[in-house]
T-cell receptor, first 112, second 114 residues
Framework: KQEVTQIPAALSVPEGENLVLNCSFT??????LQWFRQDPGKGLTSLLL?????REQTSGRLNASLDKSSGRSTLYIAASQPGDSATYLC???????????FGKGTSLLVTP | GAGVSQTPSNKVTEKGKYVELRCDPI?????LYWYRQSLGQGPEFLIY????????DSGLPNDRFFAVRPEGSVSTLKIQRTERGDSAVYLC????????????FGPGTRLLVL
């Protein structure tokens, strides 16, 4: 069974810092990996999707990398802003199905 | 274009009651998914529809849970004889074809069973 782990569980940084969120998964047989953002009381917003054949994806200040063989992904946020405060969720679709397997998320607080 | 919508946004019910949760996917999306998110946890997969049929219902916790999508668009998640442990946020997502592409999520229905 695919297990997805996110570290750290919570993170607080001052505005302007660059930061890295970590995600690991136990079964390297995946279709893709997605990073989502979830604001309190809201649904999920897709940030980046990395196909299993890719090593990274970039969108604005966000960069996600994927090392499938080691079962790891990182989400890099450059020049963090208070508006980046949210919970960030990592999820994989395994080759066994269509379901997203989620980690528990990293709760990020960016202070002014 | 409208995103995924879910109604109601909040539902409070009593133990033992029946509830229905509705999901309206993005127009043209053939794939529809239901997930459940408990407090402090990531969402957990419940069921996946391709068109009108349930292609994968392996995540439904027991036979009190049932979902339909009769016309291949709107879906309804039905929970019979609700229990306090069913309290969670129920999230719906849709994608264009279901081929492991980006899933777009609705805002969720927050269910509280007293």
């Amino acid at each position: 069974k695919q297990e997805v782990t996110q570290i750290p569980a919570a993170l607080s940084v001052p505005e302007g810092e660059n930061l890295v969120l970590n995600c690991s998964f136990t079964d390297s047989a995946i279709y893709n990996l997605q990073w989502f953002r979830q604001d309190p009381g809201k649904g999920l917003t897709s940030l980046l999707l990395i196909q299993s054949s890719q090593r990274e994806q970039t969108s604005g200040r966000l960069n996600a990398s994927l090392d499938k063989s080691s079962g790891r992904s990182t989400l890099y946020i450059a020049a963090s802003q208070p508006g980046d405060s949210a919970t960030y969720l990592c999820a994989v679709i395994s080759n066994s199905g269509y379901a997203l397997n989620f980690g528990k998320g990293t709760s990020l607080l960016v202070t002014p | 274009g409208a995103g995924v919508s879910q109604t109601p946004s909040n539902k409070v019910t009593e133990k033992g009651k029946y509830v229905e949760l509705r999901c309206d996917p993005i127009s043209g999306h053939t794939a529809l998914y239901w997930y459940r998110q408990s407090l402090g946890q990531g969402p957990e997969f419940l069921i996946y529809f391709q068109g009108t049929g349930a292609a994968d219902d392996s995540g439904l916790p027991n036979d009190r849970f049932f979902a339909v999508r009769p016309e291949g668009s709107v879906s309804t998640l039905k929970i019979q004889r609700t229990e306090r442990g069913d309290s969670a946020v129920y999230l719906c997502a849709s994608s264009l074809q279901g081929n492991a592409e980006t899933q777009y999520f609705g805002p969720g229905t927050r269910l509280l069973v007293l």
